[in-house]
């Protein structure tokens, strides 16, 4: 990934969906900057940034539940980013459930 092909908001941040790789879940949103972006391809698992904490968040550190990035990509626009993940623990939202996304009813 070339981030300097990313277009960031005027915080510094772009959207991030994180995906299971397997069947295509849509696990999570959060954002990334500069700094989480090189953390996760550095490492190999998802970092975020943390907007409430203004921190550098590595997602599962202290659940366990981290996410292997198996593949990364951006959008045509540069303004989002998409990461198919394997999710440990099959827990990737804050609320215990496998997905932060529910349906709507009708």
Known sequence: MMI???HFN????IPAIAQDYKDGTVLMMAWMNQQSIEQTLAT???HYWSRS???LWH????SGHIQKVKELFYDCDGDTILIKVEQI???ACHTGARS????CPD
């Open 59 to 62: 997602k599962g550190a202290t």
């Open 44 to 46: 190999g698992e998802a």
């Open 10 to 13: 005027n915080q510094g941040l």
């Open 53 to 55: 904490r203004s921190e």
């Open 100 to 103: 932060c996304f529910q349906l």
């Open 89 to 91: 623990g099959d827990i």
């Open 4 to 6: 300097s092909e990313l």
